[in-house]
């Protein structure tokens, strides 16, 4: 039995029923909160699936209106684009990032043609699709050369920029190289062309299925400690986004995305500049085991999602943009 004077204030009230809950809750997600990443290969009429990611494929460049198609009927912002690029087209140097009839290239020019700005393309700067050794830059004495490797990402930005890319992100880590892209674009006057710095992005072992989808897994050699940030620290996350604000990124990203929550919020309390969260395949292919080996319910994907939202993110790249309407059911 309670005893003495119990609070006049109960919070469970606004808890007691569904519509009480609706009312007051905090955060959401609409397809407006999304970037659909979508794997291409070569070839024709293909739909090939990734073991390591069930239920993600890789399409051929034929299928990509589909695809499109349902990412605009669901309203879904942006697409993302990552290659599967052939063994025989790579080389240490990464010079298939370069040619103007590569995957992405061709998949720029098809999807602008038919859509214009229906909706928006992101695409990554980096040559890790490219390179035999599965690294972001050029490798020397297995060390990561910066300067050398960001006059290759300049041409890369912009080849990508007249293809039809709106968003380029690099991805890469290297110092100076958003100063570099978007100097770089604006001479040659893409000064519209948008930037989505990966500007903290961990050294982190949630890639693993994401390597296998762009065939880059098994070639890796050594790892990419030596220019990806390290995960035990928080501050130097801060000192890259001010870096790269100062720079001339118009936006941000935080990779991985679930075990690095706390980065997001720091991110966006301390820059309010727009924050995008990559919940990565490792993450995915986590929770999609999980599910299919009944060790939870599918709800575990609307609560993880929904945590990106509450930490401060403005949209979230993840293999679920285009099953949110499922999902939210």
Not at 101 to 120: D, F, P, S, T
Not at 145 to 170: F, R, W
Not at 302 to 319: P, T
Request: hydrophobic share 35%.
């Amino acid at each position: 039995m309670i005893t003495g004077k119990f609070p006049a204030l109960r919070l469970r009230r606004n808890r007691k029923t569904d519509w009480s809950r609706r009312l007051i809750e905090e955060n959401n997600l609409t397809p407006n909160d999304f970037i659909l990443p979508i794997f291409l290969i070569d070839g024709k009429n293909k739909k090939q699936s990734i073991k390591s990611m069930p239920g993600v494929y890789r399409y051929t460049i034929d299928k990509l209106n589909n695809l499109v198609d349902r990412a605009i009927k669901k309203g879904i912002p942006m697409i993302a684009l990552f290659p599967y690029t052939e063994k025989r087209k790579k080389n240490d140097l990464g010079t298939e990032a370069l040619n103007e009839n590569n995957l992405v290239c061709r998949a720029l020019q098809r999807i602008k043609n038919k859509y214009k700005n229906e909706i928006g393309i992101m695409c990554d700067v980096a040559l890790d699709p490219y390179t035999s050794h599965g690294h972001d830059g050029l490798l020397q004495n297995k060390y990561v050369l910066n300067d050398e490797t960001i006059k290759i990402l300049l041409d890369q930005s912009l080849l990508q920029a007249q293809m039809g890319c709106d968003v380029l992100a690099p991805s890469d880590m290297m110092d100076g190289r958003i100063g570099e892209i978007r100097k770089y674009l604006d001479k040659h006057n893409f000064k519209m062309t948008q930037i989505l710095s990966y500007a903290v992005k961990y050294a982190s072992s949630f890639y693993g299925p994401f390597r296998d989808a762009v065939g880059s897994k098994n070639l890796l050699k050594g790892n990419k400690k030596n220019y990806q940030m390290d995960y035990r620290n928080s501050d130097e996350a801060l000192r890259e986004v001010a870096l790269d604000i100062k720079e001339g990124a118009d936006m941000v990203m935080v990779k991985p995305g679930l075990p690095y929550l706390d980065i997001i919020k720091k991110v966006k309390e301390n820059f309010k500049i727009p924050v995008m969260a990559y919940q990565v395949s490792g993450e995915y292919s986590l929770l999609e085991y999980g599910i299919k080996n009944d060790l939870t319910d599918r709800n575990i994907i609307l609560e993880s999602l929904i945590s990106f939202k509450r930490a401060g993110a403005n949209a979230i790249v993840s293999y679920y943009a285009d099953r949110l309407d499922q999902i939210i059911k």
